[in-house]
């Protein structure tokens, strides 16, 4: 079992719907990343979450420490939100390393 | 502020010869990582460095993968001989301080690999 999973693995929605990305991960962290990678690019950082809920224009993401469990929504979906969304957790011990869940393609559809 | 640059995007190589790929993190950014991103597949991390001291190379294939950070500033990951199984996207991000939950890591844009 992988210690970060994702769901869905592939997502597909039409314009404007409101998506929903999940995260579940096994180990003890003390940071949890959600990033966008974009095909032919590179990573870019959207959240860094420890606690509670952020907000950044039409994203917010949540994570609840107890259920080790994080979901990235985004509201009034566009097509240029069509990416990879990466979970990646940096754990509370050793040389504090992240690890990453294998994304979340999502794909809207205009 | 510049980003972390990296070199070059694309590659294209027949097995056995051999790659190098050139990052350059963030300013200031103590801490540099290689990950590889097999297709379809999350990072994974190479090796991390701290400054030019190496944090944790555990999941570096030391008898073909080697990185240096001589100055704690860019590095070079290199690749002798390639294997098929090596086509991935390499990814070098930066931090600016490792054991600090609250630093974000940047990444660059990956350097595409691909064996033929």
């Known amino acids: 079992k992988n210690e970060v999973e994702q769901s869905p693995q592939n997502l597909t929605a039409q314009e404007g719907e409101f998506i929903t990305i999940n995260c579940s991960y096994s180990?003890?962290?003390?940071?949890l990343h959600w990033l966008q990678q974009h095909p032919g690019g590179g990573i870019v950082s959207l959240f860094m979450?420890?606690?509670g809920k952020k907000k950044h224009g039409r994203l917010i993401a949540t994570i609840n420490i107890q259920e080790k469990h994080s979901s990235l929504h985004i509201t009034a979906s566009h097509p240029r939100d069509s990416a990879v969304y990466i979970c990646?957790?940096?754990?509370?011990?050793?040389?504090?390393?992240?690890?990453f869940g294998t994304g979340t393609r999502l794909t809207i559809i205009p | 502020e510049a980003g972390v640059a990296q070199s070059p995007r694309y590659k294209i190589i027949e097995k056995r010869q051999s790659v190098a790929f050139w990052c350059n993190p963030i300013s200031g950014h103590a801490t540099l990582y290689w990950y590889q991103q097999i297709l379809g597949q999350g990072p994974k991390l190479l090796i991390q460095f701290q400054n030019n001291g190496v944090v944790d190379d555990s999941q570096l294939p030391k008898d073909r993968f080697s990185a240096e950070r001589l100055k704690g500033v860019d590095s070079t990951l290199k690749i002798q001989p390639a294997k098929l199984e090596d086509s991935a996207v390499y990814l070098c991000?930066?931090?600016?301080?490792?054991?600090?939950?609250?630093?974000?890591?940047?990444f660059g844009e990956g350097s595409w690999l691909t064996v033929v």
């Open positions: 180990v003890g962290i003390s940071a």
């Open positions: 991000a930066s931090s600016l301080d490792r054991g600090h939950s609250g630093n974000t890591i940047y």
């Open positions: 979450l420890s606690s």
């Open positions: 990646a957790v940096r754990s509370n011990f050793g040389n504090e390393k992240l690890t």
